[in-house]
DNA sequence: AATGAATGAGGGTTCATTCAT
DNA sequence: CATGAATGAACCCTCATTCAT
């Protein structure tokens, strides 16, 4: 399965993407140029320009169809369970399956940084990505499987030590499937939170 | 207090890393010219390319600074303490308080990526940061403080969830300082990996 | 009649690469500025780099071009001819009428040093613009026209006469058209080569 | 022997002269850098400075020098002989040596333009070098030894025939010793000369 | 006489963007 | 819709030269 975006078929505007996609992930936004991008996508600078007003603008654009397939997925994988563990399990599993399975869109959603100049407005790293914790978390509270501390270090604890492991494995420093880790995982972040 | 650079005064080299520090963090590496530096630091581009080789050496070099400082803090300060419950709580401490001290040093730690052209070794993020993480879970462990999982899912909990609360705070999402949070933050940790 | 290259006129690319040859005979390719290679030819910095991707690979492909021009010259002119002799007489007086129609054509041929980090490969000065003369001792040798000495000599003093009096004459040293001295220089590298 | 330069051993500003001597024959003119030279030299920028007002004045310095030695070697090997074809065979003989045992000296004399902005003046390829040429042709006329062609042709024969063959012996082109072909030489030239 | 840190003009080059076709 | 030649501001970097020590 591949999350994220089409590859060599597609419409010219799905192939523009999804060569940024790997391109930006790989090489990083500043040292991917527009005519790696037309070389890679099979299109042309004038197609670049004809779906895109600006470099900038592809990459908002890219950012905004990642995020909102991650909202989406998020959503009706996990808020689909009913108890805040069954909800953290699901949610580690998720974004673990989703590290091996898609490297590309992972990279993306968790290395695009906020404050850059490049992506305007907060990325699922900060806000959107915290909507589903803090859902979780919520939930839990009121339901009251969950601990009475701070929301906001409930959420960090939940959403921080997936994305460090993600990190380290996205870096190479864990080498084997994520997926492995993952019951260890659950069981220490919910430790972590249960009341 | 400032832990990273002196500011105005100091060698030529010193103010350079200095200028360099505050204008990577604030604008980021490749929004800020070698101009800039040298207009924010008072010297010269001559005077820039004497002391570094280009402006990436100029990175890894204030970056490998940082990260000895790092290092140097933490174990001082950390390892210093008995129980893994309170080098927990001890690293959590300093971890916010370096963060609400000096935003840049601790800024540069957590975003400069490993992965980057400019950085070409692993840093504080993966390899260095989890040194001190990675000690705190062995000797716990063997203390029989820590509960038996795996090494990668604990040190993960535990830099992850520091990290995470930095970034949002760092961002702007958390206002309050975190030193408000981090009582919280240790015991909802501490929850996680005790056994 | 120009040889080389069209001037004010023809494609963005013909008109850069007239535009530095003037200037790199002119000024020497050291001290001539892509800036003043885009004024002189009225184009722009990015035309430049369009069609070239670097100043160094400008000057190869000019050198190239020029080496080209010479080579087909040569031997629709001069390997026509039938004996020894007339073919030196030919060689002679195209390369005196060379100079004195197009001293640019002629001085970046002679000039562009092989060894130069410019130029990679052998010039004109070196292989391209031996063969001819390589020929022409070869041919006259087994004809019995050209004495039986090391050829090398023979190809050193045919060429290097030649080279020796265009070299004095675009120095300013020799004032006085070639054409002048072209019987005599026939007449005299004749006598040093016949058998 | 080494005709040029004392190397390591010497005054500071002999062991600077040496130097650049090798550095701008091996790397040309524009490819050396004056640290380059302060380290091969193993002196200091602020001494090259104190005995040469700048970088072109230090080739100047250079090209005068080699220039004097050069005449000096000339009038006193080859001048010294009486009839005009020894003369051409010593002129021959000690070019040919000269290249052999300082390719350094040699190639500087040759390379070196005249209209360069580096040497300001005429080089010993155009104006000094002519000199013994032309002064071995006038005498060998008056002698009437030498057939009476113009002056120009007959020395650009005797000069040019022999640089060509230095020339190429410096490009690698020829491979032998330039001292197994000076024989041949002379006697080409002799034969392209004498009346 | 010697040193080398500091200077900054000027160089080559990149690359996002435009627009005539 | 699509193309890619052309543009030029802005970049990083080099290096001859100066001068306080």
Redesign the pocket.
């Known amino acids: 399965m591949n999350t994220s975006l089409a590859g060599q078929t597609g ?3 799905d192939r523009i993407l999804a060569a940024a996609l790997t391109l930006f992930v790989d090489k990083g936004f ?9 070389a890679s996508s099979g ?16 990459a908002h654009t890219l950012h905004r169809q990642l995020v909102d397939q991650f909202v989406a997925l998020s959503s009706s994988e996990v808020l689909a369970l009913r108890t805040a563990k069954e909800r953290v399990a699901g949610y580690v599993a998720m974004m673990f399956r989703l590290t091996e399975e898609d490297r590309y869109f992972v990279s993306y959603l968790i290395y695009a940084r906020p404050k850059s100049a490049v992506i305007g407005s907060l990325t699922v790293c900060s806000q959107e990505g915290l909507e589903i914790t803090r859902h979780i978390i919520t939930e839990g509270k009121r339901a009251g499987e969950i601990r009475d501390l701070d929301d906001r270090v409930l959420c960090g604890l939940l959403s921080g030590t997936i994305m460090r492991l993600i990190d380290l494995r996205l870096d190479g420093v864990i080498t084997d499937s994520l997926m492995t880790l993952a019951d260890d995982t659950s069981s220490a972040i919910w430790a972590g939170i249960a009341s």
């Open positions: 419409t010219v505007r500043h040292h991917t140029s527009i005519p790696e991008i037309v299109t042309s600078i004038g197609a670049v320009y004809h779906h895109f007003a600006s470099k900038d603008e592809l």
